[in-house]
Every structure is written in C-alpha cells, then in structure tokens.
C-alpha cells in the first residue's frame, strides 16, 4: 500500500479536517499532511487536482481519492480492521454509527453560532435556543455514551471514530466557554490532553 496523504484545511478553522487528521494520529496510522489555506485563489486551484468535490478533507492512498469526512473513516476502518477504529461489539458498533452520522449531517445551529476558531478565546456570548438544543443534545449524548462504556473515551477505553468526530465539539466549547455537567467537562479534558489534539492546536496557534 502506498502512504497516505491527508490534505487538510487551516487547523484554526477547518473541523472537517480534524476529524481523519486526529483519528489518524491516535491510531498510529503513517500519513503525509497537505495543508491548504481556505478560502484563497491557491485553495481553490490546488484543491481540483486533490478533489473535483473541492473540499478538504481528502485521502489518497495510492491512486484512491477518499473525499468526505465519513467516508474516509469508513475506508480506513476498512483498510485497518486491525485498529479497531468503530468498537468491537455489535451493539455498541450500531450507536457509535448513529452519533457519528448524526453529527456528520445535524447540529446545523450549532455550527452556524459556534463557529470554529481553536486560537481564540469568545466566552460569554449568547446563543439562540436551537443553539443550545444542539450543545443539550451532545451533552446527552456524551453522558449516555460515557456511562454505558465506562469512558474514558465515548466507546470505552480506546478512542474511536465517535470521538474524532466529536473531537471539534470539544475546541469549540472551549472557545465558548460553554460550561457543562461533569461527565462532559471530564470528555472534554480528556480529549484537550490528547498530545494529537496538542499538536493540531499547535499548528493551529503558529498560523494564527
């Protein structure tokens, strides 16, 4: 198999990109990063020879181009049974899809009020409800995916897809401030101490 390029968007901004990127580096999975800077004429003329779709993130293993963000955590759970990327029980596999894909395609207000912004410290704004029906739902979620696996991570003691994917949820309640019950406060330092999660929050600091 040939190495694996990930091309990535500006670790400040880009959520989508840190999903594969930190699901990547904690699985101990070899890639090579290409870095585009959103929203520039260069963005927009590199990212047709990586992606006709002209998002990031995108995956190339070899002459295989992966683009969207679930679809290339499926290829690499493919490709890499052996690190268990989604959990091995049954039961647990089918609720981890469900997050995942609800927060792949939902919490559209959060996203819109809530922005991403890992450098940048915004607390004490105020939200419309719908915002805070979203921050309410993966409250929940965390909550009830902690007490069933027993943490430290959403599915028990190894870190998954669900938590990659929930992995700039955390950025941005610390951004906001957003102050939560203690299971999700106790997520949220566990996935901030990640030294992957350091380390994108490096990169983004240096091009702030």
Known sequence: MADLQLVIGDKKFSSWSL????????KNIPFTEISLTLNTPEFYEKIKFYSEAGKVP??????IKVWDTFSIVEYLAETFPEKNLWPKDKAARAVSRSVV??????????????????????????F???AWKDIRRIEFI??????????PFLFGKEF???DAFYAPVVGRFLTYGIELGPEATAYISKISNL???KEWLDGALKKA
């Open 160 to 162: 998954t897809i669900a």
């Open 195 to 197: 030294y992957s999660y």
């Open 101 to 126: 894909a609800e927060m792949h395609s939902g919490f559209t207000d959060l996203r819109k009020n809530l922005s991403m912004n890992l450098v940048e410290k915004l607390h004490g704004r105020t």
């Open 128 to 130: 419309p409800e719908e």
């Open 142 to 151: 965390w909550k009830e995916c902690l007490n069933d696996s027993k943490g």
């Open 58 to 63: 995108v995956l190339i293993d070899g002459d």
């Open 19 to 26: 999903r594969p990127w930190i699901l990547l580096k904690e």
